[in-house]
């Protein structure tokens, strides 16, 4: 069966990396605290791992009846999960619910030591399963590709959407470009080595496909976990892990994955969480701006939710969207944008930047500028395997990380940035005051002079 057959799948370019509107009604909401320091309000080492047991323990009865061990045959593995209905293994039960040991010592760690070395590698292991004959097919169309997963150029982890992830193509949909299902294929494969234990602890995963729109860096996916379990981009559950091959190791999952739109489309897909955002955007003027992907190399959208407007009151929110207050308001929504940085939960990318850098486990701190001229945003990521906490300006947190888009990353943010205000020459940052109208124009009127409209 050629693969233009197989994979019809141009018009869900859009549809499927989109978080679901179930995650994004779980936004926590911050207590308004002032802190001298972002770091102040961040939990001990212990609270932390007291946090991540409670919290796998929640998640031990998904993970109980599954692989007693991490099976090194496809179709063994696929067919214990079909069996259990669950979408991991006892593994990685077993390593996660040891989070003290999880946080000290798998954090990064590559660890290659597995039952039964395996014989066959992850291209031999796909062509040969009986579950994946549809991924089969559409790597054989490549011969580049079927090359590359029988190398041993490096360890490669690839995420297999098994034969029934392909049923869900809409019959009608229309048939997409040799070139764009190659880049669906090459969003599946990450040349680096993720077995289970590190997918636990990693938010992105950087992928073999390489875009102008996202900087120097690969395009990533996400890894979730929530409702449905462990998944990727937010809705592929992934159903059997650790099929380790001679040269990487196979995950399944039950959904292909789509290289995502920009992340405008997400925003405007999204009214229930972004309206009022977009709104602003298209009010100003700077909705354009932002979609231009040949004005920027990347980019970091602190985008504030529905919510995170209605905390600033009526009053404000009317001026604001009022005639008068519009030049307040494309200040403001500057003020949440970078562009040419891209920011996910575990790695920066920078467009001068000769490679892109991985985000450090314990405390980061870089400062980002944005559209609003010589302002930038201080950025606290703390890091402790899965956990990571995000907080701009050592206030607002960011609720919902890693909304991978093709020209960067969306961070959900708590609540409405608000610049900075300069007294007896100290920049003095918003820590959830009570905020007038006259406040916020006082703060953004000496941003004023060079905005145009």
């Known amino acids: 069966m ?39 309000q961040l939990p001990s080492k212990e609270q932390v791992v007291d946090k991540i047991e409670h919290s796998i323990e929640k998640l031990g009865h998904k993970f ?32 996660g619910f040891r989070a003290a040991s999880w946080i000290d010592s798998h954090f990064g760690s590559s660890d290659h ?38 190398g041993t150029i ?38 680096e080595y993720y077995p289970a234990a590190k997918v636990l602890v990693t938010h992105t995963v950087p992928t073999a496909l390489t875009v102008d729109t996202v900087g120097i860096g690969p395009q990533r996916v996400s890894t979730n976990i929530g409702l449905k ?47 009022t955002f977009e709104l602003g955007l298209t009010k100003t003027g700077l909705l354009p701006t932002m979609n231009d992907t040949t004005a920027h190399i990347g980019g970091t959208a602190f985008v504030p939710s529905n919510f995170a407007f209605q905390k600033l009151g009526p009053k404000i929110n009317g001026f604001l969207f009022s005639s008068y207050g519009q030049k307040y308001l494309k200040a403001l929504l500057e003020y949440h944008v970078v562009v040419n940085q891209t920011l996910y939960s575990d790695a920066y990318y920078a467009v001068d930047s000769v490679e892109d850098q991985d985000i450090p486990k314990g ?45 960067g990353v969306i961070q959900v943010v708590s609540d409405v940035l608000i610049p900075p205000k300069r007294i007896d020459r100290m920049e003095q940052h918003y820590q959830g005051e009570e905020l007038t109208v006259e406040d916020l124009k006082e703060r953004l009127e000496p941003m004023l002079e060079n905005l145009e409209l």
Do not use: M, W
Not at 65 to 93: N, P, Q
Not at 129 to 150: F, G, H, Q, R, W
Not at 236 to 246: N, P, Q
């Open 154 to 191: 490096a360890n490669y982890t690839i995420f297999a959407p098994i034969d029934s992830a392909f049923d869900k193509i809409p019959d009608k949909a229309p048939k997409p470009s040799k070139e764009f299902l190659k880049k669906i294929l090459l969003y599946h494969v990450s040349p």
């Open 64 to 95: 109980d009846k599954v692989v007693k061990c991490s099976k090194h045959a496809l179709d063994s593995a696929i067919d214990y999960a079909a069996e259990t209905g669950s979408e991991a293994s006892e593994r990685v039960h077993q390593q």
């Open 2 to 40: 050629k693969i233009t057959s197989i994979l019809p799948l141009a018009a869900l370019s859009t549809a499927f990396v989109l978080p679901e509107q179930q995650v994004f009604s779980q936004l926590a909401v911050e207590s308004h605290r002032s802190a001298d320091s972002a770091f102040d």
């Open 363 to 407: 405390t980061f701190q870089i400062d980002l500028p944005t559209l609003l001229e010589d302002k930038s945003l201080s950025v606290n990521v703390a890091r402790y395997g899965r956990l990571i906490i995000i907080r701009i300006n050592g206030f607002s947190q960011v609720t919902i990380e890693d909304g991978i888009a093709a020209d």
């Open 113 to 150: 030591h597995h039952h039964n070395e395996p014989n066959q590698t992850i291209y031999q292991l796909i062509s040969t399963s009986k579950y994946t004959t549809k991924l089969a097919a559409a790597i054989n169309e490549y011969p580049d590709l079927a090359v590359l997963l029988n």
């Open 229 to 275: 379990g462990l998944t990727v981009n937010f809705y592929a559950r992934i159903i059997a892990i650790d099929i380790f091959g001679t040269n990487g190791v196979i995950h399944g999952i039950d959904s292909l994955l789509v290289p995502p739109p920009n992340a405008i489309d997400i925003i405007q897909a999204l009214p229930g969480e972004f309206s």
